[in-house]
């Protein structure tokens, strides 16, 4: 049982997953040099961040392997973000919309 | 569990039930609620999740001053652009310095797997070769925050570029994660020295904890410089390509 020893896996998952990120962080980075805009761009630099994100919370920190004891404790507090980051968004659209009224600028 | 059990001792392996089961009965059990995870690990986890509200307050901050500003925010891509000689390339430093992060954490996963496979001499190599990397991202930092500050004459308070927010944001952000990834590099040289000494084959007493130390320290340690990364994919994705 690896988990009486600690962490221990085979080197070959280790590697895939390097080599996966590498090839990730490339396609980001296309996405700027590539001068991609709007949607498109936007849904492709989540997607390798969440992708890149995913594979080392997983892999790279054990995630996958931990018992589900851990994985929720350390998975699910962040989710309260996104009220957060909405909460902002409402709040920075009302603020530019103000600004905009008040000094007239406009962008 | 016989009375006399330190908390060391945990149920067997066979005890414990995987899925939704085990996590019920994990935390409705007594004593320790992660079981088979040692206390030290817990505990990088929690101060993991509370970093991550940290920098997730940094990033939602960036947000919400980016998307209120009125003034349109400095080319991003342009402003991090790097000529060597010729046609200035885009982003090219940050995309080194993203390479050389996620160099240095597989040297760090390595480090972690020779580590509980007791390769002393492996795992203290693959330490140094990751606070190595480390520095090097550290130091390409500090000539990206001086090329900024001299030649770009960015200012937390204002820039010739654009939205005056850009520099706080900019130097809170990534000066949060380049003092995380310094910090990174000095446990990585203390660990590194310490496998090398051997004191985790003899389970030397630690000095400021006086608990004994093992292997499982480097994957603590590992936990951590991979979050270091992790946090950079999103300052990447959100700061530098938005």
């Known amino acids: 049982m690896a988990h009486a020893e600690g962490q221990q896996h085979p080197l070959s998952v280790y590697i895939k997953v390097w080599v996966l990120l590498f090839v990730l962080s490339t396609f980001s980075y296309m996405v700027d040099y ?74 | 569990m016989a009375p006399q059990d330190t908390s060391t001792a945990v149920a067997q392996p066979g005890d414990l039930k995987p899925g939704l089961t085990g996590l019920t009965e994990d935390w409705s059990s007594d004593q320790r609620t992660f079981k088979n995870v040692p206390w030290g690990k817990a505990m990088m986890w929690i101060f993991l999740l509370s970093d991550t509200f940290i920098f997730s307050c940094f990033l939602i901050s960036y947000m919400t001053v980016r998307m209120s500003t009125a003034v349109a925010w400095p080319p991003v891509s342009e402003v991090f652009s790097l000529s060597f000689g010729g046609e200035p390339i885009p982003l090219i430093l940050i995309a080194i ?68 927010q850009f520099g706080s944001a900019f130097f809170m952000i990534t000066g949060f994660h380049g003092f995380h990834v310094s910090v990174g590099v000095l446990f990585l040289v203390l660990i590194a020295r310490k496998v090398w000494r051997g004191d985790y084959d003899i389970e030397k007493k630690g000095f400021f904890t006086s608990r004994k130390g093992n292997y499982e320290i480097v994957e603590t340690m590992g936990l951590y410089w991979h979050f270091v990364d992790l946090v950079w994919v999103f300052i990447f994705a959100f700061f530098y390509l938005w």
């Open chain 2, 97 to 164: 310095m993203t390479f050389i992060l996620i160099t240095s954490s597989g040297t760090m996963v390595l480090a972690v797997n020779y580590g509980y496979r007791k390769d002393r001499k492996k795992t203290a190599l693959l330490l140094i070769i990751t606070a190595l990397f480390g520095a090097s991202f550290v130091g390409m930092q500090a000539f990206e925050w001086t090329k900024l500050i001299v030649e770009e004459g960015v200012r937390p308070w204002g820039n010739p570029m654009g939205a005056s």
């Open chain 1, 34 to 107: 590539m001068h991609l805009e709007g949607y498109l761009r936007w849904s492709l630099i989540l997607l390798f961040m969440f992708l890149k994100a995913g594979f080392i919370i997983a892999v790279f920190m054990h995630i996958k392997w931990e018992r589900w004891a851990l994985s929720f404790a350390i998975c699910t507090p962040p989710v309260v973000l996104l009220v957060f980051i909405g909460i902002m968004v409402i709040e920075s659209d009302y603020t530019f919309l103000t600004r905009n009224l008040f000094f007239g600028t406009g962008s």
